[in-house]
């Protein structure tokens, strides 16, 4: 995430923090409830420290848990960094009732090679969505949006066009968000 955040200055304030059990350095992340609870403490602490539109950002499970705490908390928009949709990566084990529950508008930065988030299950949920919604694919792209070698070589990219493309579309959608809390 250190990457994505210093691309992410370039939009705004970021604002990181680590969940509890990342600090203990334990493997196994914390019961859902808590890391809500965590994620709800930084937002707090950050809304404490700045007074402008908040989206809140994460990397797998971390997008995940900032779309449970936007059915909390107002927040102004949501970004998924490779959202984890199949736990474990087994498609019966879909983490999609949040995703027909949030208002918040979402993006969802996802790439085709992404066993956790397979594109043609998260279209559907996509439809069956209230919330506005939209996605960027990164072509060739793993859960941590990585394109291999062999791929860029036969795009004519490096990883910094492929990171780059993703950042102009999250900014475009951070944009778009911002002018939404601005009219309203």
Known sequence: MRHWSALLEKIGTVRTFDYEYMLRGSPRPDPLGKLVAAHRIAL????ALYASPVILIGKSMGGRIGCHVSLEEKVDGLVCLGYPLCGGGDPAKLRDKVLREITTPILFVQGTRDALCPLELLRVVRNEMTAINE????EGGDHSLQVTKRILRAQG????DVDEASFQAISCFVARCVKGVEAG
């Open 44 to 47: 707090a602490e950050a809304r």
């Open 135 to 138: 996605l960027h694919v990164v």
């Open 157 to 160: 990219q490096t990883q910094a």
